[in-house]
């Protein structure tokens, strides 16, 4: 996937870029709404709430805005469809999926832009379908749960959900990533130990679909397991973009928990996690000097690792404590890590304090630089933007991802070191560990599409570039780090003791080339585990004319 990976952290962590995409399409005339005893909580056409929706505009080569709408956030890849149509309503997607199906062309969905392959500008894409016009945020009474929309960005839902209702989601640190894709993917973020993946307070889904006769649909999926779209539900609860249709709106609201009284139905407040208040954070600066060996760098990431492998238990006070380590390459100058805690805590600052001497201790470096600052919770998560100045607007890169069980073995961090201080890495490249687990693994892996449920970290190998010319040797030095770091396991982060595969969010499609992936785990068990099966059949029902594909795209199995 960052500007940060899931921290808002600046320019060094451009990472959170993960699943802001759907790849999509679907078929049809007029619009169908189906969904059980909630189908008629359902309004087709609206893109604002109050408002007549936007659009729907079309836009071919030769118009002015052609160009900008054919980049997305990674420059690396830019598609020529024949067309980009901009839609505001789920009507509007119905007959542009309808206009795709009907004409033979392939159609890619695009929410936020932020995919980290060529899946919205494949070639092969002829119809280039945004959603991007689709950002509302507000509370559906009917269905009782609060409604978001694909081209809602992680921003805008946080300040909307905040100043509306003083709640939140356990989403992406980057602001500016679309919602469509992040959710559908799993989506994490800096309050995930403490109150799950984003999909575990996922309770409904709006997605066109494309029936076997072509007829396109809007079909809503629920948690509630007597419903007969069910297992629609499930599929969006990590089955990544761009696999069973048209995702055009989301209904969040945390699970009840066991045991627990009803709710009153007239607080929407009670429906998901409050946000904090404040957060206390920190940046620990250690400077890529002579004290930073071999030696102190690997302790320094040893320590983080056995920190969270004995500090993310589900509930534990541990849990409450988010924090990356960004160990960029020996070119980048430093490394550095964030921490952040809810500062309303009462150990807040015990906890932040104890956490930070763990892992600087018996390193032998430098003394660290730390700044600590209180923050208002909102201006943390909605940091503004994400330009780019040096690289004058553009913005290249690749990443790689996995999940940690526990931390990575001294063979390995040998390896890391290597990679970060050779001679043909660069700036803004490195490794990120970020912190997972905690409520994440308190959901069985069944449960949701994400299978992985008892991961304390996930690591993130990227490299980040401005100039055409430098994408050959860029890609080498990632593809090689990454290589080298699961070399005993073919080259690929197969499910083990220390790793769980990898985020499909973070899509990286060496997993599928041999010449990278020499395990013989294929790729959709690193990225789905024991889950692809179902998520397979439930292809081949709901999108059984395979119109939804892409080079990481779920395979339908037919009975």
Known sequence: MERSIDEGLGRRQLLTRAGAVAVGASVGGAVQVVGGENAGAVVVGGGRSGAAPFGPVVVHPGDVRYDSLAHGD???????????????????????????????????VRSGG????NFTADPEVRLLLDLSPMDAVDFDPAMGAFTVRPG???????????????????????????????LVGGGYGPLSRRHGSVVDHLHAVEVVV????????AVVATRDPDDPHHDLWWAHTGGGGGNFGVVTRYWLRSPQPEGAGPRPPDDPS?????????????????????????????????????????????????????????????????????????????????????????????????????????????????????GEPGNIGTRRYKDKGGYLRRRLTDAQLSTVYRHLTNDTGGTESGMLLVGYGGW??????????????????????????????????????????YRDVYRDSGGVPVPGDVSDGSYINYADRDLADPAWNTSGVPWHTLYYKANYPRLQQIKARWDPRDIFRHALAIEPLFS
Not at 166 to 173: K, M, S
């Open 74 to 108: 990674n420059f690396r890849f830019v598609g020529s469809p024949q067309e980009i149509r901009l839609v505001g309503s789920t009507e509007q997607v119905v007959r542009a999926v309808s206009d795709a199906v009907r004409t033979g062309r392939r159609i890619a």
């Open 440 to 481: 994440v693994n308190a959901v069985a892996p069944a449960a949701t599409a994400v299978a992985q449920r008892d991961s304390v970290m996930k690591a993130v190998y990227f490299t980040v570039w401005a100039d055409e010319a430098e994408d050959a040797s860029r890609l080498a030095w990632v593809r090689e780090f």
């Open 114 to 117: 932020h995919c980290f392959e």
């Open 270 to 386: 009670r429906l998901l996690p409050s946000a904090p208040g404040t957060l206390l954070t920190a940046l620990v600066h250690w400077p890529w000097d002579e004290t930073m060996n071999q030696r102190a760098f690997s302790a320094l990431l040893r320590n983080f690792g056995t920190w969270h492998e004995r500090n993310s238990a589900p509930g534990s006070r541990g849990a409450n404590l988010y924090a990356v380590l960004i160990a960029g390459h020996r070119a980048t100058g430093a490394v550095e890590m964030t921490v952040q805690v809810d500062a309303g805590l009462p150990d807040a600052d015990a906890l932040l304090t104890g956490f930070v001497s763990a892992v600087t201790a018996g390193t032998g470096t430098t003394p660290p630089v730390t700044l600590r600052r209180t923050l208002p919770w909102l201006q943390a998560v909605t940091w503004p933007g994400t």
């Open 210 to 217: 494309v029936d076997r006769d072509g007829t396109a649909r």
């Open 152 to 182: 809602a960005t992680l921003g805008q839902v946080y300040r909307t959900l905040f100043k509306g209702w003083g709640v939140t989601i356990p989403a992406g640190g980057c602001p500016e990533v679309g919602a469509g894709g992040h």
